[in-house]
């Protein structure tokens, strides 16, 4: 029936409907992608990724941030910061924990950018751990999903870098999360706290003007 089909047609592509265009999240990531090389390919499956968390987010609490321009601004712009500073520091297939991943930040835009990075991203509430799988397998990644607390890792898991946004409880987590570096690897931390790790790195975020990047080379 040519009916059906029309109207099939027509759901098919209001599904497809992508809520930002490829060069809009372009336009707005600008600032924190400066000098990175970014293939135009990226900017579709950061739009699949907005597209999904949107969807879950309407569901599931997964971020408080709900319009989908500042999504792609603090939460992707914010992790591709962190990722350009990490690519120049890190061996391509090196291994990164992201600890507190949350809905994916700044772990997944950073495995999107730079594919070939061993990441694992440890997310201890189910719902968004299962956002994450959900995010990993629509995105085509081979990316870790560790669904429980980092402390419950086996303590012989130690990565090149282990990143930590926004997590609760920072200074706890930072405890935790530093013998999980392996000598001569990375703490990195994205925070609106300037003091977070005393005497480091720390690079102010773009955008916000609030934000700020840290980094500790843990001693060898
Ligand atoms: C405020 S959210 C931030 C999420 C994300 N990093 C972001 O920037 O949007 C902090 C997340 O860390 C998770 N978390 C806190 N401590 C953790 C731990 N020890 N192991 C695994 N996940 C943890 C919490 O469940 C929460 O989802």
Do not use: C
């Not at 397998?137 to 930590?164: C, H, K, N, Q, Y």
């Amino acid at each position: 029936m040519p009916g059906v089909s029309f109207l099939s047609a027509l759901h098919y592509t209001q599904k497809r409907m992508p809520t930002l265009t490829e060069a809009r999240i372009a336009d707005l990531l600008a600032p924190y992608t400066e000098s990175l090389s970014m293939e135009s390919a990226l900017y579709g499956r950061l739009s699949q990724y907005l597209d999904l968390l949107l969807r879950w987010n309407a569901k599931t609490n997964l971020t408080a941030i709900r319009e989908p321009e500042e999504i792609v601004r603090r939460h992707f712009g914010e992790s591709l910061f962190a990722a350009r500073h990490l690519a120049s520091r890190l061996a391509p297939e090196a291994a990164l924990l992201d600890f507190g991943s949350g809905a994916g930040f700044p772990g997944l835009p950073i495995q999107l950018l730079l594919p070939e990075l061993r990441v694992t991203l440890a997310e201890s509430q189910g719902k968004k751990a299962s956002f994450l799988r959900e995010a990993v397998r629509t995105l085509g990644l081979a990316t870790e999903v560790w669904s429980a607390r980092v402390e419950s890792m086996p303590a012989e898991r130690r990565f090149d870098a282990v990143t930590l946004r926004a997590v609760d409880h920072m200074q706890e987590a930072l405890a935790a999360a530093r013998p999980r570096v392996v000598p001569g690897g990375w703490l990195v931390t994205l925070s609106a706290s300037r003091s977070l790790i005393k005497d480091t790195e720390q690079i102010a975020v773009p955008g916000s003007g609030e934000g700020w990047l840290t980094m500790e080379r843990i001693s060898e």
